[in-house]
Protein backbone atom coordinates (compact mmCIF):
# COMPACT_ATOMS: atom_id res chain seq x y z
CA UNK A 1 0.00 0.00 0.00
CA UNK A 2 1.04 3.73 -0.69
CA UNK A 3 -0.08 6.57 0.27
CA UNK A 4 -0.15 9.97 -1.66
CA UNK A 5 1.12 12.98 -0.12
CA UNK A 6 -0.27 17.08 -1.14
CA UNK A 7 0.89 20.31 0.70
CA UNK A 8 -2.76 21.07 2.76
CA UNK A 9 -2.55 24.61 1.14
CA UNK A 10 -1.17 27.18 -1.24
CA UNK A 11 -1.74 30.32 -2.41
CA UNK A 12 -1.17 32.43 -5.42
CA UNK A 13 -2.28 35.67 -6.75
CA UNK A 14 -4.25 35.85 -10.10
CA UNK A 15 -2.74 36.12 -12.96
CA UNK A 16 0.51 33.93 -11.49
CA UNK A 17 1.29 30.27 -11.71
CA UNK A 18 1.16 27.32 -9.19
CA UNK A 19 2.03 23.87 -8.99
CA UNK A 20 0.45 21.47 -6.19
CA UNK A 21 2.26 18.41 -5.68
CA UNK A 22 1.66 14.61 -4.92
CA UNK A 23 4.31 12.57 -3.79
CA UNK A 24 4.13 8.65 -3.83
CA UNK A 25 5.02 6.86 -0.62
CA UNK A 26 6.67 4.04 -1.87
CA UNK A 27 6.73 2.19 -5.67
CA UNK A 28 6.98 4.48 -8.65
CA UNK A 29 5.20 7.27 -9.68
CA UNK A 30 5.05 6.55 -13.06
CA UNK A 31 3.97 2.78 -12.74
CA UNK A 32 0.32 3.87 -12.23
CA UNK A 33 -1.52 7.06 -14.08
CA UNK A 34 -2.19 9.89 -11.91
CA UNK A 35 -5.97 11.63 -11.70
CA UNK A 36 -6.47 15.33 -11.32
CA UNK A 37 -9.63 16.64 -9.25
CA UNK A 38 -10.90 19.99 -8.52
CA UNK A 39 -13.60 20.52 -6.80
CA UNK A 40 -15.20 23.79 -5.50
CA UNK A 41 -16.90 24.20 -2.35
CA UNK A 42 -20.36 22.83 -2.18
CA UNK A 43 -20.00 20.79 -5.14
CA UNK A 44 -18.72 17.37 -6.24
CA UNK A 45 -15.00 16.78 -7.90
CA UNK A 46 -14.47 16.96 -11.53
CA UNK A 47 -11.44 15.79 -13.40
CA UNK A 48 -9.16 18.17 -15.02
CA UNK A 49 -6.00 16.05 -15.60
CA UNK A 50 -5.99 12.29 -16.12
CA UNK A 51 -3.46 9.79 -17.29
CA UNK A 52 -0.32 12.50 -15.94
CA UNK A 53 -0.80 15.24 -18.35
CA UNK A 54 -3.82 14.30 -20.55
CA UNK A 55 -6.84 17.22 -20.21
CA UNK A 56 -10.59 16.46 -20.59
CA UNK A 57 -11.90 18.62 -23.31
CA UNK A 58 -13.27 22.16 -21.86
CA UNK A 59 -10.36 21.76 -19.73
CA UNK A 60 -8.70 25.10 -20.69
CA UNK A 61 -4.76 24.65 -21.16
CA UNK A 62 -3.80 26.79 -18.11
CA UNK A 63 -4.21 23.25 -16.33
CA UNK A 64 -1.02 21.03 -17.13
CA UNK A 65 0.21 17.62 -15.59
CA UNK A 66 3.56 16.01 -15.41
CA UNK A 67 5.37 13.32 -13.46
CA UNK A 68 8.70 13.34 -11.81
CA UNK A 69 10.50 9.77 -11.57
CA UNK A 70 13.36 11.96 -9.44
CA UNK A 71 11.23 13.11 -6.81
CA UNK A 72 8.59 10.15 -7.39
CA UNK A 73 5.58 13.28 -7.45
CA UNK A 74 3.08 14.04 -9.49
CA UNK A 75 2.45 18.18 -10.15
CA UNK A 76 -0.68 19.88 -11.32
CA UNK A 77 0.43 23.59 -12.41
CA UNK A 78 -2.19 26.01 -13.10
CA UNK A 79 -1.28 29.04 -15.24
CA UNK A 80 -3.07 32.31 -15.76
CA UNK A 81 -4.67 31.81 -12.15
CA UNK A 82 -8.20 33.68 -11.63
CA UNK A 83 -10.24 33.53 -9.00
CA UNK A 84 -12.42 30.56 -10.38
CA UNK A 85 -9.78 28.60 -9.99
CA UNK A 86 -9.67 28.80 -6.21
CA UNK A 87 -10.59 25.02 -4.63
CA UNK A 88 -9.45 21.90 -3.76
CA UNK A 89 -7.48 19.81 -6.08
CA UNK A 90 -6.52 15.89 -5.23
CA UNK A 91 -4.53 13.64 -7.02
CA UNK A 92 -5.22 10.49 -7.41
CA UNK A 93 -3.79 6.96 -8.75
CA UNK A 94 -4.31 3.13 -8.33
CA UNK A 95 -3.01 0.27 -5.86
CA UNK A 96 -3.63 -2.36 -7.51
CA UNK A 97 -6.15 -1.31 -9.14
CA UNK A 98 -7.80 0.36 -6.00
CA UNK A 99 -8.08 4.03 -6.40
CA UNK A 100 -6.02 6.07 -4.10
CA UNK A 101 -6.36 9.57 -3.46
CA UNK A 102 -4.37 11.94 -1.88
CA UNK A 103 -5.89 14.54 0.78
CA UNK A 104 -5.98 17.23 -1.35
CA UNK A 105 -5.10 21.00 -1.37
CA UNK A 106 -6.87 24.05 -1.02
CA UNK A 107 -6.05 26.88 -3.21
CA UNK A 108 -6.59 30.18 -2.51
CA UNK A 109 -6.57 32.80 -5.45
CA UNK B 1 -23.50 12.70 -21.88
CA UNK B 2 -23.85 10.37 -18.38
CA UNK B 3 -25.75 12.26 -15.90
CA UNK B 4 -25.64 10.35 -12.72
CA UNK B 5 -28.79 11.42 -9.80
CA UNK B 6 -28.36 10.79 -6.57
CA UNK B 7 -31.37 10.24 -3.66
CA UNK B 8 -31.77 12.78 -1.02
CA UNK B 9 -29.97 13.49 2.41
CA UNK B 10 -30.87 10.72 5.33
CA UNK B 11 -30.62 11.08 9.17
CA UNK B 12 -29.65 7.55 10.47
CA UNK B 13 -28.95 6.22 14.24
CA UNK B 14 -25.79 4.64 15.03
CA UNK B 15 -26.14 0.78 14.02
CA UNK B 16 -28.95 1.22 11.16
CA UNK B 17 -28.29 0.97 7.75
CA UNK B 18 -28.32 3.69 5.05
CA UNK B 19 -29.07 2.35 0.87
CA UNK B 20 -28.37 5.39 -1.40
CA UNK B 21 -29.30 5.01 -5.14
CA UNK B 22 -27.56 6.68 -8.35
CA UNK B 23 -30.25 6.60 -11.21
CA UNK B 24 -28.47 6.79 -14.71
CA UNK B 25 -29.35 8.40 -17.74
CA UNK B 26 -27.38 9.13 -20.95
CA UNK B 27 -26.00 5.47 -21.24
CA UNK B 28 -27.18 2.46 -19.74
CA UNK B 29 -25.80 0.81 -16.25
CA UNK B 30 -24.28 -2.21 -18.20
CA UNK B 31 -22.14 0.13 -19.88
CA UNK B 32 -20.50 1.90 -17.44
CA UNK B 33 -18.05 1.13 -14.23
CA UNK B 34 -19.54 2.72 -11.16
CA UNK B 35 -17.93 3.80 -8.35
CA UNK B 36 -18.76 4.66 -4.80
CA UNK B 37 -16.55 7.93 -3.14
CA UNK B 38 -17.33 9.49 0.05
CA UNK B 39 -16.14 12.67 2.28
CA UNK B 40 -16.54 13.21 5.18
CA UNK B 41 -17.44 17.08 6.79
CA UNK B 42 -14.07 18.97 5.75
CA UNK B 43 -11.78 15.92 5.01
CA UNK B 44 -10.73 14.82 1.30
CA UNK B 45 -12.33 11.93 -1.11
CA UNK B 46 -12.34 8.16 0.18
CA UNK B 47 -13.00 5.30 -2.55
CA UNK B 48 -15.26 3.15 -1.32
CA UNK B 49 -15.61 0.51 -3.83
CA UNK B 50 -16.92 -0.04 -7.06
CA UNK B 51 -18.25 -2.72 -9.78
CA UNK B 52 -16.74 -4.34 -12.81
CA UNK B 53 -19.55 -3.82 -15.67
CA UNK B 54 -17.87 -6.83 -17.42
CA UNK B 55 -18.88 -9.79 -15.07
CA UNK B 56 -21.01 -7.28 -12.29
CA UNK B 57 -18.46 -8.42 -9.77
CA UNK B 58 -17.96 -6.25 -7.09
CA UNK B 59 -14.28 -4.53 -5.32
CA UNK B 60 -14.74 -3.25 -1.87
CA UNK B 61 -11.70 -1.31 -0.32
CA UNK B 62 -10.49 -3.25 2.80
CA UNK B 63 -12.23 -0.66 5.50
CA UNK B 64 -15.30 -0.92 4.20
CA UNK B 65 -15.71 -5.17 3.51
CA UNK B 66 -18.14 -6.39 5.64
CA UNK B 67 -20.58 -3.50 5.96
CA UNK B 68 -20.46 -1.91 2.68
CA UNK B 69 -22.93 -3.57 -0.54
CA UNK B 70 -22.89 -2.24 -4.30
CA UNK B 71 -25.66 -3.53 -6.25
CA UNK B 72 -27.61 -2.66 -9.66
CA UNK B 73 -30.68 -2.58 -11.14
CA UNK B 74 -30.42 -2.85 -14.68
CA UNK B 75 -33.83 -2.80 -15.27
CA UNK B 76 -33.54 0.82 -14.36
CA UNK B 77 -30.57 1.75 -14.75
CA UNK B 78 -29.82 2.53 -10.79
CA UNK B 79 -27.30 1.83 -8.55
CA UNK B 80 -27.66 1.30 -5.15
CA UNK B 81 -24.55 1.55 -2.22
CA UNK B 82 -26.06 0.03 1.53
CA UNK B 83 -23.67 0.69 4.34
CA UNK B 84 -24.33 -1.14 7.46
CA UNK B 85 -23.73 -0.59 11.12
CA UNK B 86 -23.25 3.41 10.70
CA UNK B 87 -21.31 4.82 13.26
CA UNK B 88 -20.73 8.63 13.64
CA UNK B 89 -17.80 8.35 11.74
CA UNK B 90 -19.71 7.40 8.53
CA UNK B 91 -21.48 10.95 8.60
CA UNK B 92 -20.32 12.04 4.99
CA UNK B 93 -20.99 12.96 1.53
CA UNK B 94 -21.36 10.07 -0.78
CA UNK B 95 -20.97 10.30 -3.95
CA UNK B 96 -21.57 7.94 -6.99
CA UNK B 97 -19.19 8.45 -10.05
CA UNK B 98 -17.83 6.10 -13.18
CA UNK B 99 -14.75 5.12 -13.89
CA UNK B 100 -14.04 6.10 -17.99
CA UNK B 101 -12.38 4.66 -20.48
CA UNK B 102 -9.44 6.12 -19.63
CA UNK B 103 -9.20 5.09 -15.76
CA UNK B 104 -10.78 8.47 -14.20
CA UNK B 105 -13.60 9.26 -12.54
CA UNK B 106 -15.33 10.97 -14.96
CA UNK B 107 -19.09 11.66 -14.00
CA UNK B 108 -20.05 11.98 -10.92
CA UNK B 109 -23.44 12.40 -8.94
CA UNK B 110 -24.72 15.32 -6.87
CA UNK B 111 -23.83 13.72 -3.74
CA UNK B 112 -26.13 12.58 -0.70
CA UNK B 113 -25.40 13.97 2.65
CA UNK B 114 -25.45 10.98 5.13
CA UNK B 115 -25.52 11.81 9.10
CA UNK B 116 -25.12 9.81 11.56
CA UNK B 117 -26.63 10.83 15.18
CA UNK B 118 -28.31 9.94 18.18
Known amino acids: NFMLTQPHSVSESPGKTVIISCTRSSGSIASDNVQWYQQRPGSAPTNVIFEDFERPSGVPDRFSGSIDSSSNSASLSISGLRTEDEADYYC?????????FGGGTKLTV | QVQLVQSGAEVKKPGASVKVSCQVSGYTLTELSMNWVRQAPGKGLEWMGG????????FYAEKFQGRVTMIEDTSTDTAYMELSNLRSEDTAVYYC???????????WGQGTLVAVSS
Open chain 2, 51 to 58: VDPEDGET
Open chain 1, 92 to 100: QSYDNNNPV
Open chain 2, 97 to 107: TTRGFYNCFDH
